[in-house]
């Protein structure tokens, strides 16, 4: 192997392999002696059509036809067996020089190279490394072709996968914010002031009822609830009326109302509370759950 050979390719899939063609044994046989030190695997045919049926059968490499032969001519030989097996390097080695015929089979890629006889025996080995080393460039190049188009389907595929998850998340956001706006809207449309604690503290949410009954403590959206909001938060946080179903019936600065205080839950941690007011029709009476 010539000390070019890219070490990537120097382990194969299968010993190269070499196929000669001519009608002549005398010369089958000189060239067999000559190529047997290069380790190559060796086939002979002594005419075109052999040689085919030789292909049909085995993986060859590199082909090294004679040019004038019975039936039909190597250059003939080399079109059929480009036409049948496109990724051999085919080499033409001939006494005789037809110059038209070898420049169109050169033109037309169905000879790699065009060799005259008498040959000398280094030159042509030399020739023959070099066709196997243009072989393996190619099968290597294929190889690098077939890996690049499997990773860009790959890569179509993870594209298709991520747009349908970017889809279905935003179809997912999209109902959540629709959810939300309609949690809102029911909210709204509540008989009673709904006030939304956060779990910062902060009064995160008022309803409209809210907003028009209890002007002073909607006023604090955005920031801490108001002192008196804050002392009937601190009043429901007691356990014996967090699970009260009737609230906690008080006075707020003279309105008889019911408050309950409901925890908002989220997936992985609390969200906060939502405290509900509803103001009662009775007059209020002064007494010491009054706030003022």
């Known amino acids: ?20 063609v001519d009608d002549e044994e005398a010369i089958l046989s000189s060239l067999r002696r000559l190529f047997r030190r290069d380790g190559y695997h060796l086939f002979t045919a002594t005419s075109g059509a052999e040689g085919l049926a030789l292909l049909a059968q085995q993986t060859v490499d590199v082909i090294l036809s004679d040019q004038r032969m019975p039936g039909m001519t190597g250059i003939d030989f080399m079109r059929e067996a480009r036409r049948l097996h496109p990724h051999t390097v085919r080499m033409t080695l001939s006494g005789y020089t037809d110059l038209e015929s070898i420049i169109e089979a050169v033109n037309e890629g169905a000879v790699y190279k065009f060799l005259t ?26 190889r690098l072709g077939e890996a690049v188009r499997q ?35 029911a909210l709204d449309g509540l008989p009673m002031a709904v006030f939304g604690i956060g779990d910062d503290g902060m009064l995160a949410y008022v309803n409209r009822l809210a907003v028009r009954q209890w002007p002073q ?16 938060l601190a009043a429901l946080e007691q356990p014996s009326l967090r699970a009260e179903a009737e609230g906690l ?3 707020i600065e003279g309105q008889n109302a019911r408050v309950w205080l ?7 941690q609390p969200l906060g509370y939502l405290m509900l007011v509803q103001l009662l029709q009775e007059a209020a009476a002064a007494g010491p759950e009054s706030l003022t």
């Open 117 to 142: 006889k008498p040959w000398d025996d280094d030159l042509l080995r030399s020739h023959v490394s070099q066709a196997f080393e243009q072989s393996e460039l190619a099968a290597e190049n294929r």
């Open 249 to 251: 019936r008080t006075a």
């Open 151 to 185: 990773a860009n389907r790959e890569l179509a595929t993870a594209n298709q996968r991520l747009e349908s998850l970017v889809r279905h998340e935003s179809e997912r956001s999209l109902a959540m914010q629709n959810a939300a706006g309609a949690s809102r809207d």
């Open 217 to 232: 403590w909607s006023s604090a959206l955005g920031s801490d609830p108001a002192p008196a909001m804050q002392q009937m």
């Open 262 to 268: 409901r925890p908002l839950s989220g997936q992985q």
């Open 1 to 20: 192997m010539s000390m070019n050979t890219p070490p990537e390719l120097t382990t194969r899939p299968h010993p190269r392999t070499l196929l000669l």
